[in-house]
């Protein structure tokens, strides 16, 4: 019989230790928590991210650059890219959730680097933090998130009380954006922008004036640059006018609202007026519509540049545009064409009030005798200007009308063109005079007058010869006769006594006649 193997024995069972985390895990676990906890910060503070449009993304880097509002920050950089055409750089920005107000349509963004504009400077304190986006806060209901920066920081933020005008003017001068503007030489605000106009005729200004001075702007204020030094020397003296110092090296604008017209109502935002090129200009009566006129002028324009002005019985109705020179075919002569604008208006009650086209009654005018005519306005400079006056005696003429509307006015000779035409008068009546036979006739009267002053010298010698004795021996008769104790003379003494005693006569009858004027009705008294 097999023997059976002996039963093994059963294996000791004991439980495995449970795993204990080590304490190495704590740290990146703690900080897993903190970075989901800032995640969800993150994302639960986020703001709108927008888009700006730069022309140049110098001194901006993503996660850097902050976007500031009043020195607070607002964003961040987040990313800079260029445009899809290449002309420009594109800054994303991420704002803050409390700054999702700025997202608005009326937002402006600009990049705040050091700068000097004019009399002022921005900027100095990105010298040393670097450079960052401003933003000026919009007041729009309308939400957006692409905006186009600003290239230069806005003149007026948006939060300062005031009203926005807009000027137009001839030419832009030495203003700036953020050249001042003046009340009574009061800075009352700025000009925030300027742009020409597409014809390219006028540029537009537009100016901020700050409360309360907006409140005197009324409908007919007046507006004029200010720039630089206003200095004038005419017919009616020096004059010097400016307003600042500032003004002179950066320029200004100065508006003035018009005396004696309390009751002009105020203007409103938006309200459009004329720019001034002075102070004299502007304070002239309202212009009006202005009429064109071109004047043909014979002779010479020296002294007569645009700007001139022209003057009806001294008061300025406009200015000379354009003075040029050009060949006349007809009379085969240099004529001398002057453009000028004219303001009818300006003459106040004065001004023509007959109705019909403009032509029309420049032609009633000029059969009156309307004409232009050169004068001299400055005897130093000899500055010439264009006189329009009544001249009934002057040549008859008609006004013509050009196809765009200009008025063309007949002109006599001026001043200078009048003496000329005297001397020329006087030259030809001098060339006239028969000098030649004037001469011959001197010559021969001369002869004549030669040979009668010969028999004249020959009668004088023979009444030396034959006269001369006989009035020397009468002579020494009469000598004889008056000298010593001729009778003639004793007689002629007597005669000298009696008439003395005659006049003392009657000296005493005039003397007796004087005391005793009775005397004649009386007769002579008898003294007792």
Same mark, same amino acid.
């Given at each position: 019989?097999?023997?059976?193997?002996?039963?093994?024995?059963?294996?000791?069972?004991?439980?495995?230790?449970?795993?204990?985390?080590?304490?190495?895990?704590?740290? @990146?676990?703690?900080?897993?928590?903190?970075?989901?906890?800032?995640?969800?910060?993150?994302?639960?503070?986020? #703001?709108?991210?927008?888009?700006?449009?730069?022309?140049?993304?110098?001194?901006?880097?993503?996660?850097?650059?902050?976007?500031?509002?009043?020195?607070?920050?607002?964003?961040?950089?987040?990313?800079?890219?260029?445009?899809?055409?290449?002309?420009?750089?594109?800054?994303?920005?991420?704002?803050?959730?409390?700054?999702?107000?700025?997202?608005?349509?009326?937002?402006?963004?600009? =990049?705040?680097?050091?700068?000097?504009?004019?009399?002022?400077?921005?900027?100095?304190?990105?010298?040393?933090? #670097?450079? %960052?986006?401003?933003?000026?806060?919009?007041?729009?209901?309308?939400?957006?998130?692409?905006?186009?920066?600003?290239?230069? @920081?806005?003149?007026?933020?948006?939060?300062?009380? #005031?009203?926005?005008?807009?000027?137009?003017?001839?030419?832009?001068?030495?203003?700036?954006?953020?050249?001042?503007?003046?009340?009574?030489?009061?800075?009352?605000?700025?000009?925030?922008?300027?742009?020409?106009?597409?014809? *390219?005729?006028?540029?537009?200004?537009?100016?901020?004036?700050?409360?309360? %001075?907006?409140?005197?702007?009324?409908?007919?204020?007046?507006?004029?640059?200010?720039?630089?030094?206003?200095?004038?020397?005419?017919?009616?003296?020096?004059?010097?006018?400016?307003?600042?110092?500032?003004?002179?090296?950066?320029?200004?604008?100065?508006?003035?609202?018009?005396?004696?017209?309390?009751?002009?109502?105020?203007?409103?935002?938006?309200?459009?007026?004329?720019?001034? &090129?002075? /102070?004299?200009?502007?304070?002239?009566?309202?212009?009006?519509?202005?009429?064109?006129?071109?004047?043909?002028?014979?002779?010479?324009?020296? *002294?007569?540049?645009?700007?001139?002005?022209?003057?009806?019985?001294?008061?300025?109705?406009?200015?000379?545009?354009?003075?040029?020179?050009? /060949?006349?075919?007809?009379?085969?002569? /240099?004529?001398? @064409?002057?453009?000028?604008?004219? %303001?009818?208006?300006? $003459?106040?009650?004065?001004?023509?009030?007959?109705?019909?086209?403009?032509?029309?009654?420049?032609?009633?005018?000029?059969?009156?005798?309307?004409?232009?005519?050169?004068?001299?306005?400055?005897?130093?400079?000899?500055?010439? /200007?264009?006189?329009?006056?009544?001249?009934?005696?002057?040549?008859?003429?008609?006004?013509?009308?050009?196809?765009?509307?200009?008025?063309? =006015?007949?002109?006599?000779?001026?001043?200078?063109?009048?003496?000329?035409?005297?001397?020329? &008068?006087?030259?030809?009546?001098?060339?006239?005079?028969?000098?030649?036979?004037?001469?011959?006739?001197?010559?021969?009267?001369?002869?004549?007058? !030669?040979?009668?002053?010969?028999?004249?010298?020959?009668?004088? &010698? !023979?009444?030396?010869?034959?006269?001369?004795?006989? $009035?020397?021996?009468?002579?020494?008769?009469?000598?004889?006769?008056?000298?010593?104790?001729?009778?003639?003379?004793?007689?002629?003494?007597?005669?000298?006594?009696?008439?003395?005693?005659?006049?003392?006569?009657?000296?005493?009858?005039?003397? *007796?006649?004087?005391?005793? @004027?009775?005397?004649?009705?009386?007769?002579?008294?008898?003294?007792?």
């Amino acid at each position: 019989m097999t023997d059976l193997p002996a039963q093994a024995p059963e294996p000791a069972i004991s439980r495995a230790p449970r795993w204990v985390p080590s304490l190495i895990w704590v740290v @990146p676990l703690v900080a897993a928590l903190v970075g989901i906890s800032l995640l969800v910060h993150e994302i639960r503070n986020a #703001g709108p991210t927008i888009e700006i449009t730069f022309a140049t993304a110098e001194g901006i880097e993503p996660g850097k650059t902050k976007v500031k509002f009043k020195s607070v920050d607002i964003g961040n950089v987040t990313a800079v890219r260029l445009s899809e055409d290449r002309t420009a750089a594109v800054v994303e920005i991420a704002l803050n959730q409390s700054a999702e107000d700025f997202a608005v349509a009326d937002s402006r963004f600009w =990049v705040v680097r050091p700068r000097l504009a004019g009399a002022t400077v921005s900027g100095l304190g990105t010298l040393l933090s #670097g450079v %960052y986006i401003g933003v000026d806060a919009g007041k729009s209901g309308e939400k957006r998130t692409r905006f186009k920066g600003l290239e230069q @920081p806005p003149a007026v933020s948006s939060d300062v009380p #005031g009203t926005r005008y807009v000027l137009h003017a001839e030419d832009i001068g030495s203003l700036d954006v953020g050249s001042p503007v003046y009340f009574r030489r009061l800075q009352a605000g700025q000009v925030e922008r300027f742009a020409l106009d597409p014809d *390219g005729r006028r540029i537009t200004v537009g100016v901020f004036v700050r409360a309360p %001075y907006d409140g005197f702007v009324t409908q007919r204020t007046r507006f004029w640059h200010a720039s630089g030094i206003d200095m004038s020397f005419d017919a009616s003296g020096f004059k010097l006018r400016t307003q600042s110092l500032t003004t002179i090296v950066a320029g200004g604008i100065a508006f003035e609202p018009p005396r004696g017209e309390d009751d002009d109502p105020h203007a409103a935002d938006g309200t459009s007026f004329a720019l001034a &090129a002075s /102070y004299d200009a502007a304070i002239k009566t309202p212009d009006g519509e202005p009429q064109t006129v071109l004047i043909r002028f014979t002779d010479s324009v020296r *002294g007569l540049a645009a700007g001139a002005p022209v003057d009806f019985r001294g008061v300025t109705i406009g200015s000379v545009r354009d003075v040029r020179l050009v /060949y006349d075919e007809k009379t085969d002569t /240099y004529v001398a @064409p002057v453009t000028a604008v004219i %303001y009818p208006e300006r $003459l106040g009650e004065a001004a023509p009030k007959a109705s019909g086209a403009p032509v029309s009654v420049a032609e009633r005018l000029v059969k009156r005798g309307l004409r232009a005519q050169l004068k001299t306005g400055n005897l130093i400079t000899g500055q010439l /200007y264009v006189s329009l006056d009544f001249h009934p005696e002057a040549p008859a003429a008609h006004a013509r009308a050009d196809a765009d509307g200009t008025i063309e =006015v007949p002109a006599i000779p001026g001043e200078l063109g009048e003496l000329q035409a005297s001397v020329r &008068a006087i030259l030809k009546k001098i060339e006239a005079v028969p000098f030649e036979e004037l001469g011959h006739e001197a010559q021969r009267t001369l002869v004549t007058l !030669n040979k009668t002053l010969a028999r004249l010298d020959t009668t004088l &010698a !023979n009444t030396d010869s034959k006269l001369l004795p006989e $009035l020397r021996d009468s002579l020494r008769t009469i000598s004889a006769t008056l000298a010593g104790d001729s009778p003639t003379q004793q007689d002629t003494r007597a005669a000298l006594r009696a008439m003395t005693d005659a006049a003392r006569s009657l000296k005493a009858l005039a003397d *007796g006649i004087d005391r005793n @004027p009775e005397s004649l009705l009386r007769g002579r008294r008898n003294d007792r």
